[in-house]
Nanobody, 119 residues
């Protein structure tokens, strides 16, 4: 079992920056791929960024060059640094941990932290 707790959301003006953090409790954090997803009202949840257990990263096209995902295995934390924020980045941001256990994909989710980009 992995428990995920996000923090850092809030209100920011367009063009501003914000950092999100997700602290994981449980075992074997370093073996999980960690990701950030977001869901805006009326929309489906979408992938924002992911970082594998090996440190490889992947980003949604809409955030490339603006967002950076990182992980600290010693602190069991994954972070998302967001710059040049746009109103369309407004959403609830969720932390995700996933890996295969016995050929089954296991997913854990946090409860989310809201981000509002507005003037």
């Amino acid at each position: 079992q992995v428990q995920l707790v996000e923090s850092g959301g809030g209100l920011v003006q367009p063009g501003g920056s914000l950092g999100l953090s997700c602290v994981a409790s449980g075992s074997h954090f370093s073996t999980y791929a960690m990701g950030w997803y977001r869901q805006a009202p009326g929309n489906e949840r979408e992938l924002v960024a992911v970082i594998t257990s090996g440190g490889s990263t992947n980003y949604a096209d809409s955030v490339k060059g603006r967002f950076t995902i990182s992980r600290d295995n010693a602190k069991t934390t994954v972070s998302l640094q967001m710059h040049s924020l746009k109103p369309e980045d407004t959403a609830v941001y969720y932390c995700n941990a996933r890996k295969y256990i016995s050929s089954t994909m296991v997913n854990y989710w946090g409860k989310g932290t809201p981000v509002t980009v507005s003037s």
